[in-house]
């Protein structure tokens, strides 16, 4: 019997196991579906895609089944629909971090498969940097950060830094090159079983490093690198789109007659013109660096009280890179800050302290009370302050003062809690894209690059 007319297996014995993964019959069976038939090729138009629903549906599933990936390169930004779709409108810094051949030159090849064109990989290893203990970062580093800069101008969704990262000093640099930037930064470490086993390692590290300058790297990547605060960090688009609704607030609540006639007791400026327009853009002008984000644990590097013990927790380990979706209930003024507030689901409250929701003296509020966003800040006062004067208005909410209703402005009921503070409650809640993650930088002032229109008072505002 000629090959393009060999008898396929049979399938009627629904009984017996199907073990075709490597077998001679599937791949006589397979080879069948591409010869053509004895009447010519032009008749094996019969297996395009209009009769793939008469084949068999083992060989359906087998052929649209992906690829499972390997344990070691599970992580939410490679397999979870909604992280890849938030990182795809984010700005991304991936900074690989591990010793020489724990895996990951192959971590950051997945990374660029997934996103594909919007995503560059800087290894150090082309640049001819070989990892070693040093007493200083070598100058070849220069070129690295050069060609990084120009990607960041870029606007590339996705950077992939791919190097040891054993030395702090090394990685200050890179945090300061996302905080101009506006990067948020997502520490990755390989999850090979090799990644700390330096006999191994001896053989796969491509420097040829022998074991014991292998061991010497080996300290300084056993620990993890703590953030200076863990906290959701709003997409690209989430943040835009936050600022752009917070703007508006601002100017429309700087028109209202209500909030003129005080302004000058709380804000400093006041006039009974109808057409003077308070400028409220100008008051909060303090723009510290970072991405538009809230926080859940300030961890100082590891030093805060609680920070290590939070930083262990499975399920925030687990939720690292992951996406969630916030909801932004409501938008406030204080004469300090200007903020948006935060409702957690219980999926999110895991993440939240059980210490954060309390007021000085002792006032303990329900919990995820102190959630926001903060927007801008006015000149010398701290972003830390935020939250405090969220608490405040919670405080009051809890003592029975809703607030008093003045009107309605844009996007909802604007109320007046008195002493220059001021709640707009949204009548459609917004919904945000948002990466749990850490802030790693200096959290100082920064010059900035890039973003939203210049002169906006939230244009880049670091959140504690």
């Given at each position: 019997m000629k090959r393009g007319c060999e008898e396929a297996p049979s399938l009627q014995n629904a009984n017996e196991p199907l073990r075709w993964s490597s077998s001679p019959q599937r791949r006589r069976f397979l080879l069948l579906l591409r010869l053509p038939p004895p009447g010519g090729a032009a008749m094996n138009k019969g297996f395009g895609r209009k009769s793939h629903a008469f084949l068999p549906k083992i060989f359906r599933k087998m052929s649209s089944q992906p690829k499972e990936r390997p344990e070691s390169l599970q992580f939410p930004f490679l397999d979870d629909d909604e992280t890849i779709a938030t990182i795809r409108e984010s700005k991304t810094f991936f900074i690989l971090r591990g010793l020489p051949g724990s895996g990951k030159s192959t971590l950051a090849h997945a990374i660029h498969d997934k996103y594909k064109d919007a995503c560059k990989i800087i290894s150090a290893d082309n640049y001819k940097i070989q990892p070693a203990i040093r007493s200083a970062i070598p100058d070849e580093y220069s070129k690295v950060d050069e060609d990084l800069g120009d990607y960041c101008k870029r606007d590339i969704s996705v950077?992939?830094?791919?190097?040891?990262?054993?030395?702090?000093?090394?990685?200050?640099?890179?945090?300061?090159?996302?905080?101009?930037y506006r990067y948020q930064v997502i520490i990755v470490e390989p999850k090979t079983s090799w990644k700390l086993d330096c006999l191994q390692l001896k053989d796969k590290n491509q420097w040829k490093l022998s074991v014991d300058e292998v061991k010497k790297l080996?300290?300084?990547?056993?620990?993890?690198?703590?953030?200076?605060?863990?906290g959701w960090f709003l997409s690209k688009r989430s943040s835009e789109n936050l600022r752009k609704t917070g703007q508006a607030f601002l100017d429309e609540l700087a028109s209202f007659k209500v909030f003129k006639k005080e302004a000058?007791?709380?804000?400093?400026?006041?006039?009974?013109?109808?057409k003077m327009k308070i400028d409220l853009t100008g008051y909060f002008v303090k723009r510290p660096p970072g991405v538009l984000h809230c926080t859940t644990k300030f961890t100082?590097?590891?030093?805060?009280?609680?920070?290590?013990?939070?930083?262990?927790?499975?399920?925030?380990?687990?939720?690292?890179?992951?996406?969630?979706?916030?909801t932004i209930s409501a938008l406030f003024i204080t004469p300090r800050t200007a903020g948006a507030r935060v409702e957690l689901n219980e999926q999110q409250m895991l993440l939240w302290p059980n210490d954060v929701d309390v007021l000085q003296p002792a006032v303990n509020l329900p919990k995820g009370s102190r959630a926001h966003v903060t927007l801008g800040c006015a000149s010398g006062v701290e972003a830390v302050q935020t939250g405090i004067d969220l608490l405040e208005f919670v405080k009051l909410e809890k003592a029975g003062n809703k607030g008093e209703e003045v009107g309605e402005i844009g996007g909802g009921k604007l109320l007046s809690y008195g002493n220059g503070m001021w709640m707009l409650l949204l009548s459609k809640k917004i919904e945000v894209r948002a990466i749990f993650s850490g802030?790693?930088?200096?959290?100082?002032?920064?010059?900035?690059?890039?973003?939203?229109?210049?002169?906006?008072?939230?244009?880049?505002c670091i959140i504690i």
């Amino acid at each position: 019997m000629k090959r393009g007319c060999e008898e396929a297996p049979s399938l009627q014995n629904a009984n017996e196991p199907l073990r075709w993964s490597s077998s001679p019959q599937r791949r006589r069976f397979l080879l069948l579906l591409r010869l053509p038939p004895p009447g010519g090729a032009a008749m094996n138009k019969g297996f395009g895609r209009k009769s793939h629903a008469f084949l068999p549906k083992i060989f359906r599933k087998m052929s649209s089944q992906p690829k499972e990936r390997p344990e070691s390169l599970q992580f939410p930004f490679l397999d979870d629909d909604e992280t890849i779709a938030t990182i795809r409108e984010s700005k991304t810094f991936f900074i690989l971090r591990g010793l020489p051949g724990s895996g990951k030159s192959t971590l950051a090849h997945a990374i660029h498969d997934k996103y594909k064109d919007a995503c560059k990989i800087i290894s150090a290893d082309n640049y001819k940097i070989q990892p070693a203990i040093r007493s200083a970062i070598p100058d070849e580093y220069s070129k690295v950060d050069e060609d990084l800069g120009d990607y960041c101008k870029r606007d590339i969704s996705v950077l992939v830094v791919d190097d040891t990262h054993h030395e702090r000093e090394r990685l200050e640099q890179l945090f300061d090159i996302a905080d101009k930037y506006r990067y948020q930064v997502i520490i990755v470490e390989p999850k090979t079983s090799w990644k700390l086993d330096c006999l191994q390692l001896k053989d796969k590290n491509q420097w040829k490093l022998s074991v014991d300058e292998v061991k010497k790297l080996k300290p300084s990547l056993e620990k993890d690198f703590p953030p200076l605060y863990f906290g959701w960090f709003l997409s690209k688009r989430s943040s835009e789109n936050l600022r752009k609704t917070g703007q508006a607030f601002l100017d429309e609540l700087a028109s209202f007659k209500v909030f003129k006639k005080e302004a000058n007791k709380h804000f400093g400026q006041s006039s009974e013109d109808p057409k003077m327009k308070i400028d409220l853009t100008g008051y909060f002008v303090k723009r510290p660096p970072g991405v538009l984000h809230c926080t859940t644990k300030f961890t100082d590097f590891g030093k805060a009280p609680g920070a290590e013990d939070y930083a262990q927790q499975e399920i925030v380990k687990s939720s690292y890179g992951k996406a969630f979706f916030l909801t932004i209930s409501a938008l406030f003024i204080t004469p300090r800050t200007a903020g948006a507030r935060v409702e957690l689901n219980e999926q999110q409250m895991l993440l939240w302290p059980n210490d954060v929701d309390v007021l000085q003296p002792a006032v303990n509020l329900p919990k995820g009370s102190r959630a926001h966003v903060t927007l801008g800040c006015a000149s010398g006062v701290e972003a830390v302050q935020t939250g405090i004067d969220l608490l405040e208005f919670v405080k009051l909410e809890k003592a029975g003062n809703k607030g008093e209703e003045v009107g309605e402005i844009g996007g909802g009921k604007l109320l007046s809690y008195g002493n220059g503070m001021w709640m707009l409650l949204l009548s459609k809640k917004i919904e945000v894209r948002a990466i749990f993650s850490g802030y790693y930088g200096k959290g100082k002032l920064v010059p900035t690059q890039g973003g939203s229109k210049r002169g906006s008072p939230f244009n880049a505002c670091i959140i504690i």
